[in-house]
């Protein structure tokens, strides 16, 4: 009875809307029951979600809608392939300080399933930036205050925010390991990132103002 309760569970589970609020149910279904071909589609969709996000902000209203939805769709599920290889090899080997035991291969397939959130905003995006180029291109600081890019702008923070959330709990999930952990497990790298970069800037800026003494 346990065994069929589950596997009806299972059967149920709807990764692209069950990821929302049954993240590690949806993360553990896709790891152990989706095949590759599966996440390779992940991958497409929501590198091409990203491509068109990276396009946004680039003052080039003068190109054709078309025209940037296709390079979206080629470049960026190029780029996120390769952010989630990286990503994923760098929460596996971070995940050991917290005793996690994910595998490249199952941290790889839970950091995908968990960017599914950003797939919910093709749609919206493909639409704004054929129906206002002139806003979905602009400088931000040049059409502030357009409901549009008002709308826009809080759908994408709220997206994003709780995409971090389901980041954390896929990674908690991949690792069995609690959400908590997940949480500085992701964190933890972003940290060291940071202040590697920080103290990059502040080298260069102290060698190139060091040349006028």
Known sequence: MVREERLRKEREVN???DIWLRTRETVRFVIERKSTKYIILLIVLTGFASGLVGL????SADREPWAAVLQALITGPIGSAFGYFIGAAILVLVGRLFKGTATYPEMFKALVTAQIPQIWLLPLLIIWAFASPATFFADRMDVAGNPIVVIMSLVMAVVSIWTFVIVC???GEAHGVSS?????IVLIPGVIITIFVVIIIFVLFASF???FN
Do not use: I
């Open 180 to 184: 908590w952990k997940g949480f500085f």
């Open 209 to 211: 103002f060091g040349q």
């Open 56 to 59: 946004m902000n680039t003052r």
């Open 15 to 17: 990764p692209f809307t």
């Open 169 to 171: 709990k896929a990674v």
